[in-house]
Every structure is written in structure tokens, then in C-alpha cells.
């Protein structure tokens, strides 16, 4: 990795390629440990800010992580004093608390079952403190807001001849029993309180209940709405609004917008749906919302394109604004192009000028304002091209790995087989491409690969970079490990951290 | 603790549920704080009940809600307007929750209180606590304190002024895009109270700020705008500054704000006024009615005769006309669904002439639209038309319509068209009726949906109620009667329904003479359905017949069914024999 390339490149001035280490895991497995299906992560994502981290798992969880580092220096300080060179602290976090979000559903009108897997999650806007995030499975999101609860004592309660005054820790149980008691014999307390006349001082013996905060905090999550009910297919995506009321959920066939505060409708958007469903080629796979232009948004097709469209033009978006696909090269035909030239997820990135799109092979930067094709492609699985038959034989084919950008807009990320996943360099003239394992010693790899021709071909092009960036991995026979892919990933807003799900372990790496 | 009396049991658990773990009892609590008040009287409620609220305010949405509420009419149990403000600092803290419900209700709480506060009150508390939320640290007070200026204003002095101008003007540049939309919305409200000359300035740029903002939901926030503050400029300055506004508006370049201008049109037409609505607004209507959009066109297409009333004939048909002439063709069914329910309106203003040469044709277009919404919409304001061009002229294409709703295959449509026959029949009179839509009616009787032949019966009474029972002993009962013998019981049961609907309407001698023995007739039926629902109608029956009709007839038929085998028919005859002795004990 650190080859003759960046020598090169250095003078010219694009950004140095980063030195990934390794900062945190949470649920690692151990050696031999068998991973529970419903522990698999399932979805990542940091909110706005960068100090909270979400995941979602198959087993309808989502957890939430909050970042240590800015809020006190103890923690960081030992990995301050270990590292050599003067770096900043890097993004550490704690686990915060978690949540069962969604359960296993039967639809019984339609004979389906519901998993209760986190396909998405959103953070909304923070208020008050607390946190907002939207949640979804298959078919039903969730909005959800995790707050912290002092918690309370309640003592010095009128009705209470057990317990003595300021006892301070008057279970609330002996109280229902004490007024339920009264109800019962005495009638409903409602109807005699209005007979009474107040003397004009009021009653001296009443008082009221004290409440005594305590410095213990409880973190609640609390369901506040439950958006159902509007997709007959899958939700692939959900995506807020930057006017901070509205949302989409996108499902293979449709794009809904709602409102945040209003769960019992929805507006169709985007239908591809044909009239006939024997006519159907082509199935939306990831949809997202402009970063700040409200009336904008992008989604992909498993045809690869993407189709950016304008919420002002029509109530039914069905005709896009603009069209972004690459034209296939001619005669390269074959059974599985249409396979890979899926997208499984696109991106914007954080100033809505790029669009960055996974499909199977690649990885695509799009430049929104130039639709003629991208402006970069990364090759990310290009050595699997001679064994797309063994491929599509185990399923393979289809996993839908998803990417990132960095908040600087200046890199890209994507996952891979073997819990690899790979960064690349976006600014003209890098050429920085690594690979990296989810584990605690993410440069491993490097280690083995040769640093053959990389410079040589580096350099040919942009566009095909590094094509078979490991062929040391493909040589020794382990590497290819179908099942340890990793899917999911997600780059922090604002600083150069990474993080990762390999089967149940969330990976964090900085640099 | 344990000390308290007998009497006053119930007030302390009422006290005590404020903090129950179950959040119906607490809720309960809080609904009957005025009970709890009275009981502590008014000074312990501002020393204690109140500040006890403000600390406890973590509690459920549905319980900050009851107590925003319940605070708004505390004032009496505080001791009165002069200690009004001790209710200020709970419901500052209401005003920041993020459920917009409890909010929004905090604000109209605060409103109330603020509308009764003394003046001097205001400066010293109310003013402070506007200006804490429009400076808070999370959008959710910021967005609370937009609805808050109106109040605050009129009672400021004149430096304060400035400044909550100042402030409100800052509000409409705020980060948050919620915020920006709650001062658009509320801009009307502040406006109304600031001085004229402020109004001219201050206020416009403000507004020219948000008619300019990038969200499309702030912009069409600040088109209800435009009508509030039209309404509160001279003319001339609204021409100058808001008829502008307008025009750029009915031309943004995201439908949902040219549907809003739409939607608004009347109330934008009524700010400018009718001159200029004339000069200026007819360009931008046109536009609206010819607007890519569907959903844009639907709101136009409503408006038509609204707006048609505002300008002259002349402009109506100069301009107007051709839209809708365009609209009646229109690909979108519920453009043209919108256009007939409207469009009949538009006789009067055109007069009667124009309506015939054009708007006649394209009445009679939308008459025979594909979409039975269309012509259930026109027939529904068929009194309009009446009175404009008479039945005749209509008759010809109308029977046409009528009679392929009353066979649509959608049974709501077969319903929407029942619903209408009375009106129909009472426009074209009975010997169009009897003609042409008799056959129709009895038909509906033989419906498969029970809806269908649930609303005919209805609507066989309201015939007969309509033209007399000497014509519904014609046109009606032999019809009725005929089929009490059709094969299938839930018809025959419809028949019943059908009599025991039309008895009253019919008088007591045609009952007798001709309901009742097929009544009794239908005692011998084989399905019990049939038999305890004869039950039921003869139980109807009771009172509109004569006593001795019932002693000879209803009884033995009632006793017989009341030893039916089946336990259904006994104890519906069992019933209409008690009520029948009731009767018997009455008179």
C-alpha cells in the first residue's frame, strides 16, 4: 500500500492517503463462537452531528452508541499518549442503550410473514435533548424518540398511613392499592368532590405529592408513531426531508412521502409499477433525499440507473428530471450484465453536488450537474468477474452491499467479501485505494498483497483503478469467503472514522 | 397524613393520582386541576400547585396536553387576572416539548392568559417569557414563540417594539425550516397588531424574506400570506406589494404553492380587490386553470365560479369560458369531476342566454362523462340547472345519464344516484317520473347489494311522501306488493322492510286494507327470518293501526308466531306482544 505511487502523487497535491487503524468493536465474536442469525447487523448509520451511532440487527433491535471523546478526556487520553504522532482524538463511543423496535409480524390477509430485521434506519432532528430516529423493516416504519428520564421519587402522598414523611421511597404500588381501596368502598371520588364547598383558604390538611429527583437517569425509548400499511413490496429506504418535516420509504415498485407527524396517510410519488406485471423489468433498490434541496431526490434501479427527480414539477414524479447511466460497452454483453449492473445503494454526498452508487462490480461517483456518465468508477469486485457463474450459482450475486462518503467528500467507501472492506481516494490525481479487514488489525491484508503493478496501472486511468487491487487475496485460497460479506457501513459526518458490521460485530477504524 | 377526614378522601386521591404510576388516573388528575385548586385554595395553588406543575412536566404527552389545556382557564383559580402570570413559567415549559399537540395547545393557553393580563403585566412577565423562547437553545421554543408576538405586541413599549420586530424578523431567517414555517403562518396574526407605518416596512421585507425562502413549505405558508396582509394594507399599497407576490406565485416553479394560490384564490381576489382581480388576476387564473398539474387544475377548477362571480360577464366568458370548455375534457377525471360541481353556479353569473349557447354543451358533455363522479356531481345540483334553462331542455340528456348510473356496476354509484331520486323526482315533476324512473325504483328493490335495496325502500317512502299516497297506491304499492312472492327470502325480507316504511306515510286505512294482510300473509312464511321480522313490522304496525285491527288481527298472528319452534321468531313476538299491551295500557 505504501508504494512508490503516493511519492508520486504527493507533490501534485491530492490528499495522502490515510493510515486506517483500528479503534473499536463491539460485539466481537470469539474463536468458535457460533453467530446468532438474529444478532447479524443489519443497518448502520451516524446521525448529523457524528456523536450518535445506530445499528439495527435481524433480531429487530436497534442500538444506539454515543460518542465519549468530545464529552470528557479520560478515555482517550491512554490512546493519546500510545500513538506517535501528533493526531487529534479520534471518534470513540459507548454503547448508549438499546431497543426492540419491530417484532415478527404474520400478515394474515396476504399468508406473509413479516421479519422483524432493520432494513434502515434515519436519525431525525435532536429536540430537547432527546433523540429522534426513524426504524424499518419490510413494511412498517417507526419513529422513535430515546430520551433521558431522571429518575423520581414520590413521597408525602395524603393517603399513605404505611409509610412515614420523607421516607423518600414510597412505592407508587402501595398508593394505587390504597386509592383503588377507597374506590371501591367509598364510590367515585369525582362525583363528591363537586358537592364540596371549598372554605375560601382552601383545605390546610390536603397537600400535595413531593417529588424528589434523583441523580440515577434512565434512558427510555418511547414508539411515537407507526407508519404502516403503504408498501405491498419490500421498503429498501427511507430517507428525511431537509425541510425537517417529511420523509420518503421507497419499496421495489414505489416511492411514498409522509409527513413526520401524520402516520395515517401517505402520497405516492414515484409508481413504476406497469400495468401489467409481466411487463416488468426493472425494480427501484435505494432512493434518497437531496441533503438540502427539499424538492430533490434520487433513486436507483436494479437496470443501473439512477433518476434524479423534482417534487415541483408534479404530485407523480413519474417522469424524471435527469437520467444517469453508463452505456454499456458494446459486444460486452452477457447472462449476468443486467445481474451487476444493479445499484444496491446510492449516496449523496454531504454538499448534494455527488451521487456515489454501489452495483455489484463497482463503485460510481456521479457529478448531478453532468449526466453523461460518472465521473469516476472505483473497481471494487472486478477480480470476481471469472467466477460470476459460481456466483449467481450460490445467490451471491445478489447481496447488496452498501457505500459511503466521507463528510469531506473526498473519499468513498465500500464493503466486500472476506469482511473486507475497501477506501478509495475521490479527488483528482489520488490514487489512494486500500483494503481493509473488519478486525482488529484492519491492514493485515496488506501485509500478504505483493505490491506488484500497482503504480503502473494506477496510473493508465482514472476510471479503472487498481483492478485487481488484490490478487495476493484471490491467489491464497482462503480469501473468498462468501459467507463473511460485509455489507453494511457508514462514514462519521465529520471526521475520518469507519464503521462497519461483520456478521454481529461493529468494527470502528480511524485515521 | 393519615389524619385526613371522611369528606375529604376523595380530593386527596384526586391530589395523590397527580404522580400515579397509571397514566389514566393521572390524567384523570389533571382534568380536574380546577377541583384540586379550589380545594387548596388560591394561595397555596400559586405558592405550591403551580410550581409543583412546572417541575413535573417530564410526564406523557397526553398529560402535558390535559394540563396545557386546563392552565388556559386557571386564571380564577389563581386569585384572579392580577396573579395571571404565576400560570407563565409552567406553560413556558410546555411551549418547548416536542410534541407539536402540546405546543400548539401551550400557545393558546398563553394567548388566553395574555388576552386578560394587565398591561403592566405583560411588559413585566409576558414580554420576557417571548423573548426566552424565541432565543431558545432547541427550535421547538422558537418555533412556539412565533404564535406568541401578537399578544405581546400591542401592550410593548415603544423600544420593545422594535426589538420584537427585530426578533420576529430573525425568526423568518432561522435555521430550522419549522421555525421559518411557524412565523410564516402566525406573520398574519403579528401583522394585524403592528403600526401601519411598520407594517409598510418592517413587516413586507419580512414577508418578501419568506415569499423568497428555498423550502417550498415555507413558501406556500406565505401565500395565506398575501390574503392577511392584503387585507390589512391600503389598496394601492396591495397592488403595489402584494399583487405582485401573487403572480409570481400562481407562476412558482413547485406545484404545491401554485395549488395553494389555487386553493386561495377567492380569499387573494377578495384582499386585492375586484378592479384589480380584473386587470391582473385573470392572467395568472387562466394559468392555473391550464396548469401542468392535475392536482393544481382540480383546486382552479373549483374555484370557477367564485371567481367568475367577482369579474363581469363580459371577462367571464371571454376568458373563463374557454378554460372550462378545455377543463370538461380534461384527462384527469377528477379535474372534471371537480368542474361539475361547480360549474351549474356559473348559470347565474353568465346569464341566460350565454348559458345556453355554451355552457349548455359543455353541461351536456360532462352529463355523459365515462366517470360516474362527473355526472353524479352534475346531477346532484340539478335544481341549480333547473332554474336557469328548465327540464325540458335537460330531459333529453339526463334520462340517458340516470338511467346508466342506476345500472352502474359499483354499487356506490347505484347508491350515490338512489339518493338523488327524490330531488330529481321533485324537479321533473311526476308525470316525467312516472314515465321514465317508476321502473327504476322498483328494480333497485331487486338489487343484489343489500345496501342497494336497503336505501330503495328508503326511497319508495320518500316517493310516496313526495307525490301523496293517492299516487303511491297507484305507482307504488301494487309494484311493492307484487313481489312479496319472489323466490329468494332476502327480497321478500326487503319487502317487508319496504312496509313497515311506507305504513306511516300511507295512513292507517291503506294499511289495514292492503299492507297488513300481506304481512300477515308473509306469518306463514318457511324461513324464520322472514317470520320474526314479520314480527318486528307488526310491532311497527301497532301503533298506526286501529285497536281493533290489533285485537283481531296483529295478536292472534303474534301469539301464533310467539309458539314458533324457532327461539328467534318467539322472542320477537314475544316482544311486539308486550309492546302492543303496552300500547293497550296506555290508551
Not at chain 1, 92 to 98: C, D, L, V
Not at chain 1, 389 to 402: A, G, T
Not at chain 2, 43 to 52: V, W, Y
Not at chain 2, 79 to 101: D, I, R, S
Request: glycine content about 4%; aromatic content about 8%; hydrophobic content about 40%.
Amino acid at each position: 500500500m505504501n508504494g512508490g505511487d503516493e511519492v508520486v502523487a504527493a507533490p501534485v497535491g491530492p490528499p495522502q492517503p490515510l493510515e486506517w487503524k483500528f479503534s473499536q468493536v463491539f460485539g466481537e465474536r470469539t474463536a468458535g463462537e457460533e453467530v446468532q442469525e438474529v444478532d447479524i447487523i443489519s443497518a448502520i448509520e451516524f446521525d448529523k452531528t457524528g456523536d450518535h451511532l445506530a445499528t439495527g440487527d435481524r433480531g429487530g433491535r436497534v442500538v444506539l452508541f454515543e460518542r465519549t471523546d468530545t464529552k470528557d478526556h479520560g478515555s482517550s487520553r491512554r490512546d493519546l499518549e500510545r500513538t506517535d504522532y501528533p493526531i487529534g482524538r479520534h471518534p470513540e463511543f459507548r454503547y448508549k442503550t438499546e431497543f426492540q423496535s419491530h417484532e415478527p409480524e404474520f400478515d394474515y390477509l396476504k399468508s406473509l410473514e413479516i421479519e422483524e430485521k432493520i432494513n434502515k434506519i434515519r436519525w431525525c432532528q435532536t429536540a430537547n435533548g432527546a433523540l429522534f430516529l426513524l426504524s424499518t423493516n419490510d413494511k412498517t416504519i417507526k419513529f422513535w424518540k430515546v430520551q433521558e428520564k431522571k429518575i423520581k421519587k414520590i413521597s408525602c402522598m395524603n393517603l399513605d398511613p404505611l409509610k412515614a414523611v420523607g421516607n423518600g421511597s414510597v412505592a407508587s404500588s402501595s398508593n394505587s392499592v390504597c386509592s383503588k381501596s377507597y374506590l371501591a368502598n367509598g364510590g367515585c371520588p369525582d362525583k363528591s368532590s363537586n358537592d364540596f364547598s371549598f372554605p375560601p383558604g382552601g383545605i390546610p390538611s390536603l397537600r400535595l405529592p413531593m417529588v424528589v429527583t434523583t441523580h440515577e437517569t434512565n434512558l427510555m425509548a418511547r414508539c411515537r408513531r407507526v407508519y404502516a400499511h403503504a408498501h405491498d413490496y419490500h421498503i429498501n429506504s427511507i430517507s428525511n426531508n431537509s425541510d425537517g418535516e417529511t420523509f420518503i420509504s421507497a419499496d421495489d415498485l414505489r416511492i411514498n412521502l409522509w409527513n413526520l407527524e401524520i402516520s395515517s396517510q401517505s402520497f405516492n410519488i414515484v409508481d413504476v409499477k406497469p400495468a401489467n406485471m409481466e411487463d416488468l423489468t426493472e425494480v427501484i433498490t435505494s432512493a434518497e433525499f437531496h441533503p438540502t434541496h427539499c424538492n430533490t431526490l434520487a433513486y436507483s434501479s436494479s437496470k443501473g440507473s439512477i433518476r434524479l427527480i423534482d417534487l415541483r414539477q408534479s404530485a407523480l414524479c413519474d417522469s424524471h428530471a435527469k437520467l444517469f447511466e453508463e452505456q454499456e460497452a458494446p459486444g460486452s454483453r452477457s447472462f449476468f450484465t443486467e445481474i451487476i449492473a444493479s445499484i444496491s445503494d446510492i449516496k449523496f454526498g454531504q454538499d448534494g453536488r455527488y451521487i456515489l452508487s454501489r452495483d455489484y462490480m463497482t463503485l460510481k461517483l456521479w457529478d448531478i450537474n453532468m449526466d453523461s456518465g460518472p465521473v469516476s468508477t472505483f473497481q471494487v469486485h472486478e477480480y470476481l468477474r471469472p467466477k460470476l457463474c459460481d456466483l449467481y450459482e450460490n445467490d451471491s450475486i445478489f447481496d447488496k452491499f452498501e457505500c459511503c462518503l466521507s463528510g469531506d467528500g473526498l473519499r468513498v467507501a465500500t464493503g466486500s467479501y472476506s469482511n473486507l472492506f475497501r477506501v478509495f481516494g475521490c479527488a483528482p490525481g489520488t490514487t489512494e485505494a486500500t483494503t481493509l479487514e473488519a478486525s482488529k488489525n484492519p491492514m493485515r491484508r496488506q501485509v500478504q498483497t505483493p505490491s506488484r503493478p500497482s503504480r503502473s496501472l494506477s496510473s493508465i486511468t482514472r476510471v479503472v483503478r487498481r483492478g485487481a487491487e488484490n490478487p495476493g487475496v484471490d491467489a491464497n485460497g482462503n480469501s473468498f469467503d462468501f459467507t463473511t460479506k460485509l455489507l453494511h457501513l457508514a462514514w462519521h459526518p465529520t471526521e475520518h472514522s469507519i464503521a462497519c458490521a461483520a456478521a454481529n460485530s461493529l468494527y470502528m477504524y480511524y485515521a | 397524613m393519615a389524619m385526613i377526614e371522611e369528606p375529604l378522601y376523595p380530593i386527596a386521591v384526586l391530589i395523590d393520582e397527580l404522580k400515579n404510576e397509571d397514566i389514566q388516573l393521572r390524567l384523570n388528575s389533571i382534568r380536574r386541576l380546577s377541583t384540586i385548586a379550589r380545594a387548596l385554595g388560591d394561595e397555596r395553588t400559586r405558592k405550591e400547585l403551580i410550581p409543583f406543575l412546572s417541575e413535573n412536566n417530564d410526564d406523557d404527552d397526553e398529560v402535558l396536553l390535559a394540563m396545557a389545556e386546563e392552565l388556559g382557564v386557571f386564571i380564577p383559580y389563581v386569585g384572579g387576572v392580577e396573579y395571571a402570570n404565576v400560570l407563565l413559567p409552567p406553560l413556558e415549559t410546555l411551549c418547548t416539548v416536542e410534541e407539536t399537540c402540546v405546543r400548539d395547545k401551550a400557545v393558546e393557553s398563553l394567548c388566553r392568559i395574555g388576552a386578560q393580563m394587565r398591561e403592566q403585566d405583560l411588559v413585566e412577565y409576558f414580554i420576557p417569557l417571548v423573548k426566552r423562547l424565541a432565543a431558545g437553545e432547541w427550535f421547538t421554543a422558537r418555533v412556539s414563540s412565533c404564535g406568541l408576538f401578537h399578544i405581546a405586541y400591542s401592550s410593548a413599549p415603544e423600544t420593545l417594539k422594535t426589538e420584537l420586530r427585530t426578533i420576529y424578523s430573525q425568526l423568518c431567517q432561522d435555521d430550522m425550516p419549522m421555525v421559518r414555517r411557524s412565523a410564516a403562518t402566525n406573520l398574519g396574526k403579528f401583522a394585524a397588531t403592528v403600526e401601519p407605518a411598520h407594517l409598510k416596512t418592517d413587516i413586507m421585507s419580512i414577508f418578501e424574506d419568506l415569499t423568497q425562502d428555498d423550502q417550498d413549505s415555507v413558501r406556500l405558508l406565505a401565500v395565506e400570506g398575501c390574503a392577511a396582509l392584503g387585507k390589512l394594507l391600503e389598496p394601492q399599497e396591495c397592488v403595489a406589494h402584494i399583487l405582485p407576490v401573487i403572480v409570481s406565485f400562481s407562476q412558482d416553479k413547485s406545484w404545491r404553492v401554485r395549488y395553494m394560490v389555487a386553493n386561495q384564490l377567492y380569499e387573494l381576489c377578495e384582499a386585492v380587490g375586484p378592479e384589480p382581480t380584473r386587470s391582473d388576476l385573470v392572467p395568472s387564473y387562466v394559468r392555473l386553470l391550464r396548469d401542468n398539474e392535475a392536482e393544481v387544475r382540480i383546486a382552479a377548477a373549483g374555484k370557477v365560479t367564485k371567481f367568475c362571480r367577482i369579474l363581469n360577464p363580459e371577462l367571464s366568458i371571454q376568458h373563463i369560458l374557454p378554460c372550462v370548455k378545455e377543463l370538461s375534457t380534461d384527462s384527469s377525471q377528477h379535474v372534471r369531476s371537480a368542474l361539475a360541481s361547480v360549474i351549474m353556479g356559473m348559470a347565474p353569473v353568465l346569464g341566460k342566454d350565454a348559458t345556453i349557447e355554451q355552457l349548455l354543451p359543455i353541461f351536456l358533455s360532462l352529463l355523459k362523462d365515462e366517470f360516474p363522479d362527473v355526472r353524479l356531481n352534475i346531477i346532484s345540483k340539478l335544481d341549480q340547472v333547473n332554474q336557469v334553462i328548465g327540464i325540458d331542455l335537460l330531459s333529453q340528456s339526463l334520462l340517458p345519464a340516470i338511467v346508466e348510473l342506476a345500472e352502474d356496476r359499483h354499487w356506490r354509484v347505484r347508491l350515490a344516484i338512489i339518493e338523488y331520486i327524490p330531488l330529481l323526482a321533485s324537479q321533473l315533476g311526476v308525470g316525467f317520473f312516472d314515465d321514465k324512473l317508476g321502473a327504476l325504483c322498483m328494480q333497485w328493490l331487486k338489487d343484489k347489494v343489500y345496501s342497494i335495496r336497503d336505501a330503495a325502500a328508503n326511497n319508495v317512502k320518500r316517493l310516496a311522501e313526495e307525490f301523496g299516497p293517492e299516487w303511491a297506491m297507484q305507482h307504488i304499492i301494487p309494484q311493492v306488493l307484487d313481489m312479496t312472492n319472489n323466490s329468494h327470502y332476502l327480497y321478500r325480507m326487503t319487502i317487508l322492510h319496504a312496509i313497515s316504511l311506507l305504513a306511516p306515510v300511507m295512513g292507517p286505512e291503506i294499511t289495514c286494507s292492503k299492507l297488513l294482510p300481506v304481512v300477515i300473509n308473509a306469518s306463514k312464511d318457511r324461513v324464520p327470518n322472514i317470520k320474526f321480522n314479520v314480527a318486528k313490522v307488526l310491532q311497527s304496525l301497532i301503533p298506526i293501526v286501529d285497536q281493533s285491527v290489533v285485537e283481531k288481527t296483529i295478536r292472534p298472528c303474534l301469539v301464533e308466531l310467539s309458539e314458533d319452534p324457532d327461539v328467534d321468531v318467539r322472542f320477537f313476538a314475544n316482544q311486539a306482544l308486550q309492546s302492543s299491551d303496552q300500547v293497550m295500557m296506555s290508551t
